[in-house]
């Protein structure tokens, strides 16, 4: 998307950019605790040109040598991305004078709404394509890893983590009831994501393999994807699940062991790809974006953020 395109102004992107800033997205010092690199993440997809909707072009993306000074393009969609489009919209502008990445965050399923109605160029998503946003002309590339926590508040009275299958039976709605778990005899709150929110559709793939979230009064469901209204809202009885790098410097919640395992561990559980979505054959400033979030710079700035900006 060059600077005349149409779409919705900067100040729509200026706003939402303030909004994380509000929200509490934060860039940690901890790298451990930072989205992980894919090893080679080129050999992550489909390494074929069909030239047919939505199929990968052969990877990495080669950026040109120059981009012309004045173009813009816009990349939004997940949270769980916010802090990574910042650190590498700091390294691409840094790489090519003159060019203007706007970063803006909503959802997974907005962005890709915003993609196919083409108001931004990048939809940045936290959970995989289904067939049908394939068949639209959607394709995504693979960037980064990261996890989702479970946590609980600080007062909740549980001191011992989780198995998989108690954290399936809560957000089905099996479970009920803190005692059930080693916990003081409340009635289990759970704190839902929007449903068009990627890390609520990863966590019903990783955390309750495929089965549906419970419904009822315990259940209660947040109006925007956001991770601090869900930490606000969990008290002593409420339980949640969010992007660990998000969460993990919180002093007022505390993530739990699944199956005896903190987050913080290599073998945790809980588990995810970050991608990049595009639509139909990118123009040469996506192409360069994309080319460079793969590339070891860009990799190298996911688990090294560039807090410069």
């Known amino acids: 998307m060059s600077s005349s395109k149409k779409g919705p102004p900067p100040i729509v992107y200026i706003a939402g950019g303030l909004a994380?800033?509000?929200?509490?997205?934060?860039?940690?010092?901890?790298?451990?605790?930072?989205?992980?690199?894919?090893?080679?993440?080129?050999?992550?997809?489909?390494?074929?040109?069909?030239?047919?909707?939505?199929?990968?072009?052969?990877?990495?993306?080669?950026?040109?040598?120059?981009?012309?000074?004045?173009?813009?393009?816009?990349?939004?969609?997940?949270?769980?991305?916010?802090?990574?489009?910042?650190?590498?919209?700091?390294?691409?502008?840094?790489?090519?004078?003159?060019?203007?990445?706007?970063?803006?965050?909503?959802?997974?399923?907005?962005?890709?709404?915003?993609?196919?109605?083409?108001?931004?160029?990048?939809?940045?998503?936290?959970?995989?394509?289904?067939?049908?946003?394939?068949?639209?002309?959607?394709?995504?590339?693979?960037?980064?890893?990261?996890?989702?926590?479970?946590?609980?508040g600080n007062n909740n009275d549980l001191r011992t983590g989780l198995t998989s299958d108690q954290i399936t039976k809560i957000f089905t709605g099996e479970i009920t009831n803190w005692s059930q778990v080693g916990g003081k005899s409340l009635p289990i709150r759970p704190i839902l994501r929007p449903i068009d929110s990627g890390t609520h559709k990863s966590f019903q793939e990783v955390g309750l393999q495929g089965k549906q979230f419970g419904t009822g009064g315990s259940f209660k469901i947040l109006e925007r994807d956001a991770t601090t209204p869900l930490l606000q809202a969990l008290g002593n009885d409420g339980i949640g699940y969010a992007t660990f790098a998000q969460v993990v410097n919180q002093s007022t919640v505390r993530s739990i062991a699944i199956d005896g395992i903190l987050p913080a561990a290599s073998n945790y559980p809980y588990k995810r790809t970050l991608a990049y979505v595009y639509k139909g054959q990118p123009n040469d400033a996506v192409k360069a974006f994309l080319g460079f979030a793969t590339s070891s710079a860009g990799q190298q700035l996911i688990s090294q953020p560039d807090r410069s900006k």
Not at 35 to 51: D, E, F, K, L, M
Not at 79 to 108: D, R, Y
Not at 111 to 136: N, V
């Open 20 to 152: 994380l800033a509000a929200g509490g997205y934060t860039l940690f010092a901890n790298r451990s605790n930072l989205p992980t690199p894919i090893p080679n993440v080129a050999t992550s997809q489909n390494n074929t040109n069909s030239g047919q909707p939505g199929s990968a072009i052969k990877l990495p993306f080669d950026p040109p040598a120059k981009i012309p000074a004045g173009t813009v393009f816009k990349v939004s969609g997940s949270t769980s991305m916010a802090q990574i489009t910042q650190s590498l919209k700091i390294g691409f502008e840094k790489k090519f004078p003159g060019v203007q990445a706007i970063n803006g965050a909503s959802s997974s399923g907005q962005g890709l709404k915003d993609l196919a109605a083409g108001s931004i160029d990048i939809a940045g998503i936290s959970r995989a394509l289904t067939a049908d946003e394939k068949a639209q002309g959607l394709g995504s590339v693979a960037i980064s890893q990261d996890k989702i926590a479970i946590v609980i």
